[in-house]
């Protein structure tokens, strides 16, 4: 059973950072792609960023240059690197997991991921 863990959300101040992990177990974690999607109260759920297998990185314009990606396959955990945090980046930010091992490719669907995490909370206070 594959589990996705969120953690690192909190309430910050405009201008802040934050860094959210997530925690996988079930499979083996370096061969599948991981993203961090959210969602905004009233909102559809959004693509935030990806990280796929093999360490590339795509993100949503949205967040480019402010947020950072990455991975530690070692630890089985990605990471969502904030800064120059704004209030419009508040939202439940959820990492997610795709079905098949070794893809490529900017993974910015919902419908590309198969395991989702429970969410955490990222309020940015103006």
């Known amino acids: 059973q594959v589990l996705l863990v969120e953690s690192g959300g909190g309430l910050v101040q405009a201008g802040g950072s934050l860094r959210l992990s997530c925690a996988a177990s079930?499979?083996?974690?370096?061969?599948?792609?991981m993203g961090w999607f959210r969602q905004a109260p009233g909102k559809e759920r959004e693509f935030v960023a990806t990280?796929?297998?093999?360490?590339?990185?795509y993100y949503a314009d949205s967040v480019k240059g402010r947020f950072t990606i990455s991975r530690d396959n070692a630890k089985n955990t990605a990471y969502l690197q904030m800064n120059s945090l704004k209030p419009e980046d508040t939202a439940v930010y959820y990492c997610?997991?795709?079905?098949?091992?070794?893809?490529?490719?900017?993974?910015?669907?919902?419908?590309?991921?198969?395991?989702w995490g429970q969410g955490t909370q990222v309020t940015v206070s103006s």
């Open positions: 997610a997991s795709t079905a098949s091992a070794y893809s490529s490719g900017s993974h910015s669907s919902k419908g590309q991921y198969a395991y």
């Open positions: 079930g499979r083996t974690f370096s061969i599948y792609t």
């Open positions: 990280i796929t297998w093999s360490g590339g990185t």
